[in-house]
């Protein structure tokens, strides 16, 4: 079992900057996602990052502006938002897996969520 736990969300204006941490303890798998989910529509993948190689791959709307980094004395994995925009706002969820992958389903395990929102 992994236990993953976010915390870091809040209300920022337009241009803002926020940092997302997601805390692991349990199993180790090697792959941390960020995905995110707004109202009425589906989760997407928003970034990942291996524990192992610290490789990294962003969807293409947070490009340049999100990036992800791994401590692992903490068992923690971060997610540097800069530059938020309102259509950022949503629910941020971390997930971990075995193998890279931007799919919801290629995570096995979840944490429960912390909402973004940004205001224009």
């Known amino acids: 079992q992994v236990q993953l736990v976010e915390s870091g969300g809040g209300l920022v204006q337009a241009g803002d900057s926020l940092r997302l941490s997601c805390a692991a303890s349990?199993?180790?798998?090697?792959?941390m996602g960020w995905f995110r989910q707004a109202p009425g529509k589906v989760r997407e993948f928003v970034g990942s990052?291996?524990?192992?190689?610290?490789?990294?791959q962003f969807a293409d709307s947070v490009k340049g502006r999100f990036t992800a980094s791994r401590d692992h004395a903490k068992n923690t994995v971060y997610l540097q938002m800069n530059s938020l925009k309102p259509e950022d706002t949503a629910v941020y969820y971390c997930?971990?897996?075995?193998?890279?992958?931007?799919?919801?389903?290629?995570?096995?395990?979840w944490g429960q969520g912390t909402q973004v929102t940004v205001s224009s």
């Open positions: 349990g199993r180790e798998l090697n792959v």
């Open positions: 997930a971990a897996a075995r193998a890279l992958g931007q799919r919801v389903d290629d995570y096995s395990y």
């Open positions: 990052i291996t524990w192992i190689s610290g490789r990294t």
